[in-house]
C-alpha cells in the first residue's frame, strides 16, 4: 500500500516562528498537495507540486511557502507563524492513475 | 472555480439501513473522488469515479457527468461508516488539483 508521511501529529509553535510541515510518500508519486482543514471551511488547496522543484500556488497560498528538493519530500513552510493558521494541515500524494489520492495522517498545527 | 455542494450535510442512522449521499458540482469534470474521514482524521480514498458506477463491498457510486452530479450509496451501515464523507472534482484529469465539498457528517448508532 502507499503511504504517506506528515512527521509531526501535533504541533505547537509560537507566533512569528517559522514552522515546517514535512510530508513523505514511498510510492514514487510525481504529484503531491498540501491542504488544510478547517470547522465549516472544508478542505483547501495550499500549494501543489507536479514535479521535482515544481510547485503551483492552490487557493490559500498567503504566507505559505514549499519546497520539493526530492520527488518523496514535499514539505510545507509557514513563513512566520500566525494564529490564523492554526488548523488542520493534510498532505496527499497520486501517481494519476485510477486510484486517486492518498492521504496522510495529518498535523495538527496550533499557533499560540 | 468549481463549487462542490453536498447534500444532506448531517445524516444519522440506524445500523443496517441503507443511505444516499449526493455531491452537485457546477462545472464539466474529468475527476471525482469520494472519501470517508474516519473520527481521528485520516482520509480513505473511497472511489475515483468521474463517470459510470463502481461497488466495493457495501459501498457503490454513481457520477452522471452530463447532469454534474455524483451519489454514493451506503447499504447495511455499520458503526465504523461514521465519520465525514467528502466529494471532490477536479478539471485536468487523473492528476488534477481537487476542489472539496463541505462534506457530509454520518452518524451510524448500534
Known amino acids: 500500500d502507499v503511504k504517506v508521511t506528515q512527521s509531526s501529529r501535533y504541533l505547537v509553535k509560537r507566533t512569528g516562528e517559522k514552522v515546517f510541515l514535512e510530508c513523505v510518500q514511498d510510492m514514487d508519486h510525481e504529484n503531491m498537495f498540501w491542504y488544510r482543514q478547517d470547522p465549516g471551511l472544508g478542505l483547501r488547496l495550499i500549494y501543489f507540486?507536479?514535479?521535482?522543484?515544481?510547485?503551483e500556488k492552490g487557493d490559500i497560498p498567503e504566507g505559505y511557502s514549499v519546497s520539493r528538493e526530492k520527488k518523496e519530500r514535499f514539505s510545507l513552510i509557514l513563513e512566520s507563524a500566525s494564529t490564523n493558521q492554526t488548523s488542520m494541515y493534510l498532505c496527499a500524494s497520486s501517481t494519476g492513475t485510477l486510484y486517486g489520492y492518498t492521504f496522510g495522517s495529518g498535523t495538527r498545527l496550533t499557533v499560540v | 472555480g468549481i463549487q462542490v455542494e453536498q447534500s444532506p450535510p448531517d445524516l444519522i442512522l440506524q445500523e443496517g439501513a441503507n443511505s444516499t449521499l449526493r455531491c452537485n458540482f457546477s462545472d464539466s469534470v474529468n475527476n471525482l473522488q469520494w472519501f470517508h474521514q474516519n473520527p481521528w482524521g485520516q482520509l480513505i480514498n473511497l472511489f475515483y469515479i468521474p463517470s459510470g458506477t463502481k461497488q466495493n463491498g457495501r459501498l457503490s457510486a454513481t457520477t452522471v457527468a452530463t447532469e454534474r452530479y455524483s451519489l454514493l450509496y451506503i447499504s447495511s451501515s455499520q458503526t465504523t461508516d461514521s465519520g465525514v464523507y467528502f466529494c471532490a472534482v477536479g478539471k485536468s484529469g487523473a492528476n488534477s488539483k481537487l476542489t472539496f465539498g463541505k462534506g457530509i457528517t454520518l452518524s451510524v448508532r448500534p
Open positions: 507540486s507536479y514535479d521535482v522543484k515544481m510547485k
